[in-house]
């Protein structure tokens, strides 16, 4: 069982940054691919980065074509923590932010554990 925690959400202006964490419990947080995802209102859940498990400490970072060059993410498996880091945020952005794990080869999914999500907001 993985357990995560999101955290870092809030209210920021268009231009600004943001950092995400996300904790997460278990004994094996270094070999799960790794992704972000977000839901803006009436909006369905849309992938927005992975930080995918190739194998033997080789990851892949991948990123939907609306975050490319924005958002990083990125992972400290000493402090089971993932990372997004936002930046030049957009109005668009604004989204309930969730973290998941898996196991899966495609680092779009399936995901096996989801957190219970941040809320970002990007005021214009």
């Known amino acids: 069982q993985v357990q995560l925690v999101e955290s870092g959400g809030g209210l920021v202006q268009a231009g600004g940054s943001l950092r995400l964490s996300c904790a997460a419990s278990?004994?094996?947080?270094?070999?799960?691919?790794m992704g972000w995802f977000r839901q803006a209102p009436g909006k369905g859940r849309e992938f927005v980065a992975a930080?995918?498990?190739?194998?033997?400490?080789?990851?892949?970072?991948n990123y939907a074509d609306s975050v490319k060059g924005r958002f990083t993410i990125s992972r400290d498996n000493a402090k089971k923590t993932l990372y997004l880091q936002m930046n030049s945020l957009k109005p668009d952005d604004t989204a309930v932010y969730y973290c998941?794990?898996?196991?899966?080869?495609?680092?779009?999914?399936?995901?096996?554990?989801w957190g219970q999500g941040t809320q970002v907001t990007v005021s214009s």
């Open positions: 278990g004994r094996t947080f270094s070999t799960y691919t």
């Open positions: 930080h995918h498990y190739i194998s033997n400490s080789l990851y892949s970072a």
């Open positions: 998941a794990a898996g196991s899966a080869r495609d680092y779009l999914g399936p995901y096996d554990y």
